[in-house]
Nanobody, 119 residues
Framework: QAQLVESGGGLVQPGGSLRLSCAASGRFFSVNSMGWYRQAPGKQRELVATITSGGSINYADSVKGRFTISRDNAKNTVYLQMNSLKPEDTAVYYC?????????????WGQGTQVTVSS
């Protein structure tokens, strides 16, 4: 089994920056795709950004040019650098990883970290 541990959320003023981290630990063979999703109150969870093992990146239109996803394969960690934050970015952010163990791929989620953008 594996687990994902997130860190880096908090309260920031509009226009500010935050960096989220998510590290995988436990028993697995490899980490395939990694990503970040978010869920605002009363809304469905939505994709923010994903990055494949080959480095292909996909962003939601709402965060393009402001957020940057990256990964450190040696540390099994994914990051989300968030700049020029807006009040509408306020949400609980969840990391997601697809991990391979015994030739099967499993979907894992972090516990979620609150990001609040407010003056």
């Amino acid at each position: 089994q594996a687990q994902l541990v997130e860190s880096g959320g908090g309260l920031v003023q509009p226009g500010g920056s935050l960096r989220l981290s998510c590290a995988a630990s436990g028993r697995f063979f490899s980490v395939n795709s990694m990503g970040w999703y978010r869920q605002a109150p009363g809304k469905q969870r939505e994709l923010v950004a994903t990055i494949t093992s080959g480095g292909s990146i996909n962003y939601a239109d709402s965060v393009k040019g402001r957020f940057t996803i990256s990964r450190d394969n040696a540390k099994n960690t994914v990051y989300l650098q968030m700049n020029s934050l807006k009040p509408e970015d306020t949400a609980v952010y969840y990391c997601n990883m697809k991990l391979t163990f015994l030739r099967k791929e499993y979907d894992y989620w972090g516990q979620g970290t609150q990001v609040t953008v407010s003056s």
